[in-house]
């Protein structure tokens, strides 16, 4: 399968090898509009069956085969060649689009394709594009050409992972180094075409192979022509030197592209048990405003707190502050858990009701098809004639059907009555339960946070005591303090500054204890109010998570109950018509009348 797959882009490269360059090639049509009347002439739906091979060989009668009978959202392929076409748009709807060829036309801006999210090829060839971008969305694309506009930058391709077959020859690259660098990131590529550009003509043919097998190993077709192992092991061999540098740049993109993939998994994870930011919640208390810096140059200097008293008190803060935190995300998990049980229970018991009274309905249902069959002639266009005997022979029999589906009508909407009711209790008896669980996972995060006061009130108490004994130790010792210690800078504010400076802005809290005592409880004050404002969100997102539900699910029963009446009038307003039409067709005659399936309600049931 692999090699018919690149076989099969080989061919089509070599196609582009063999379309005349820009100053031989056929004239393009004048600017036209993509319109609504010309992607009807370029839908393609290719011929299947062994029985039109014949057909698969005209381009022009795969274009045509069957364009007309298939709606836009169901078209996989876009044929777009020498249509004149300037601008990229009204392409809106195309939902299943895989394959889209642009090639041929005076496009100068690639734009409005970010919503065709399943496209696998894309051809821009021959047009007058200067830039590559609007493609970020386009993460299934396997095979784009380029080849032959006026492109002098490679960018805009980053989240292309699977593309392979990469075209884009003949435009104005000249980087080979760039280039090359550039694609390393692709690790699908096999099949790379640069030929025509001045990175590839103006270097001699051997040196630009060598360099770029060297940084894309993995190419089984570089210019149409397939790479030779032996050549790719030399081409490794002779840029070694430089390749180490190169490969240790790829190893710390990775490993950066890992964390922030973990960091956007874990933070997705948080959201759903209602912790996000609880796990760094620590390093921003710490950091959070001037005071926070002032305690930290105290605490860094290792001149005022020669016995490490601060920093011992940090670590003992923050181990139980973790500790709690990872205690408090264990509990949103299971009440997580508890929550999605009773969805669970909630949507299982919703589901056997509903499959209840649509058995009864569908059962009414059908019993009056049989009665209507054996009063009314069939309404396909032929009438059998003894069908049409039986309806002269007995007119009432009609008034009769109508006195029944009166009924019909009355006993599913009483089912639909009585099925709301039911319904609306349900869902009445899931927001009690689904409120309660809420009410608790509250409770929890009361409990939590309240035990994070606790330890950030100890961590005061801590500070103040510390802070006194240096106080007193520094009038005892005075200000000839020890020049020696971290010589490491603040960036925020007015602490980036030199450390003689830092040093005596201490000095001064130091000897004033009102200063000092201000420090300590400012940023007390500042952690606390931080605290108070994450558990103030975590229970604002717990209740509209839970409101959000519930309402969702009263929607739905409104929008299901909202369906079901306007079936049930529906089909019993068609039955009507077509009764009113026989007792109107006294004679016998019979008078075609074009409806949908009458049972259309029973089968949506």
Same mark, same amino acid.
């Given at each position: 399968?692999?090699?018919?797959?690149?076989?099969?882009?080989?061919?089509?490269?070599?196609?582009?090898?063999? #379309?005349?360059? &820009?100053?031989?090639?056929?004239?393009?049509?004048?600017?036209?509009?993509?319109?609504?009347?010309?992607?009807?002439?370029?839908?393609?739906v290719p011929p299947t069956g062994a029985e039109e091979d014949k057909k698969t060989r005209d381009r022009d009668q795969g274009k045509h085969h &069957?364009?007309?009978?298939?709606?836009?959202?169901?078209?996989?392929?876009?044929?777009? $060649?020498?249509?004149?076409? $300037?601008?990229?748009?009204?392409?809106?709807?195309?939902?299943?689009?895989?394959?889209?060829?642009?090639?041929?036309?005076?496009?100068?801006?690639?734009?409005?394709?970010?919503?065709?999210?399943?496209?696998?090829?894309l051809d821009l060839s021959f047009n007058k594009i200067k830039k590559i971008e609007g493609l970020n969305e386009l993460t299934k694309l396997e095979d784009l050409t380029l080849r032959c506009n006026s492109i002098e930058t490679l960018e805009g391709m980053d989240s292309l992972k699977q593309?392979?077959?990469?075209?884009?020859?003949k435009n104005k690259l000249e980087n080979l180094d760039d280039i090359a660098k550039y694609l390393r990131k692709f690790k699908n590529l096999r099949m790379?075409?640069?030929?025509?550009?001045?990175?590839?003509?103006?270097?001699?043919?051997?040196?630009?192979?060598a360099k770029v097998l060297a940084h894309l190993s993995k190419l089984k077709y570089l210019d149409y022509r397939l790479v030779d192992a032996k050549a790719v092991q030399n081409a490794k061999a002779e840029h070694r030197e430089h390749l180490v540098q190169v490969e240790e740049q790829d190893k710390k993109e990775e490993?950066?592209?890992?964390?922030?993939?973990h960091a956007a998994r874990e933070q997705t994870d948080s959201a759903s048990y209602n912790c996000t930011g609880m796990k760094g919640l620590i390093n921003e208390l710490l950091n959070e405003g001037t005071e926070a810096k002032q305690i930290q140059a105290f605490r860094e200097s290792g001149v005022y707190d020669d016995s490490g008293r601060l920093?011992? $008190?940090?670590?003992?803060? #923050?181990?139980?502050?973790?500790? #709690?935190?990872?205690?408090?995300?264990?509990?949103?998990q299971e009440h997580k858990k508890l929550k999605e049980e009773e969805y669970r229970d909630f949507s299982d018991t919703l589901a056997a009701a509903k499959e209840e009274v649509d058995d009864e309905s569908k059962a009414l249902i059908k019993e009056f098809e049989s009665q209507k069959k054996l009063v009314m002639p069939r309404h396909d266009g032929h009438p059998t004639e003894a069908e049409i005997k039986r309806t002269e022979e007995d007119p009432s029999g009609v008034e009769a059907l109508r006195d029944k589906l009166k009924t019909l009508k009355e006993a599913l909407l009483e089912k639909e009555t009585d099925q709301q009711e039911a319904y609306e209790a349900v869902i009445s008896e899931f927001e009690t339960n689904y409120t309660g669980l809420q009410e608790e996972t509250i409770e929890t995060i009361g409990e939590c946070f309240k035990k994070l006061q606790e330890c950030e009130k100890e961590y005061r108490d801590d500070l103040e005591a510390i802070f006194e004994d240096i106080r007193v130790k520094h009038q005892l010792q005075g200000s000839d303090i020890n020049q020696g210690g971290n010589n490491q800078t603040d960036r925020d504010g007015e602490w980036e500054?030199?450390?003689?400076?830092?040093?005596?802005?201490?000095? $001064?809290?130091?000897?004033?204890?009102?200063?000092?005592?201000?420090?300590?409880?400012?940023?007390?004050?500042?952690?606390? &109010?931080? %605290?108070y404002a994450k558990e103030e969100k975590l229970g604002d997102n717990e209740k509209n998570n839970c409101l959000q539900i519930i309402e969702l699910e009263k929607?739905?029963?409104?929008?299901?109950? #909202?369906?079901?009446?306007?079936?049930?009038?529906?089909?019993?307003?068609?039955?009507?018509? %077509?009764?009113?039409?026989?007792?109107?067709?006294?004679?016998?005659?019979?008078?075609?009348v074009e409806f949908t399936n009458t049972s259309a309600f029973q089968a949506e049931g």
């Open positions: 399968t692999v090699s018919v797959l690149y076989w099969s882009f080989f061919e089509g490269w070599v196609g582009l090898m063999l #379309r005349p360059d &820009q100053a031989d090639r056929p004239e393009k049509p004048s600017f036209t509009v993509l319109d609504e009347a010309l992607i009807k002439q370029c839908i393609c &069957q364009k007309q009978k298939i709606e836009f959202h169901e078209v996989e392929c876009l044929i777009f $060649s020498f249509t004149g076409i $300037s601008k990229i748009n009204n392409l809106v709807g195309f939902d299943r689009l895989t394959k889209l060829q642009l090639d041929n036309n005076n496009i100068t801006k690639i734009e409005n394709l970010n919503h065709l999210c399943n496209l696998v090829w593309l392979k077959c990469f075209s884009i020859g790379l075409s640069l030929a025509g550009n001045p990175c590839h003509t103006k270097i001699q043919l051997q040196i630009y192979e490993e950066r592209q890992r964390e922030e993939y920093k011992e $008190s940090l670590n003992k803060y #923050r181990e139980a502050f973790e500790e #709690r935190v990872h205690e408090f995300i264990g509990k949103m500054q030199d450390l003689n400076t830092k040093r005596t802005q201490l000095e $001064s809290i130091l000897e004033n204890k009102e200063e000092l005592d201000k420090l300590v409880e400012d940023s007390h004050q500042t952690r606390q &109010q931080k %605290l929607e739905k029963e409104h929008q299901r109950n #909202r369906a079901r009446v306007c079936e049930i009038y529906m089909y019993c307003n068609l039955i009507e018509k %077509l009764i009113h039409q026989e007792l109107d067709d006294g004679d016998g005659n019979y008078r075609e």
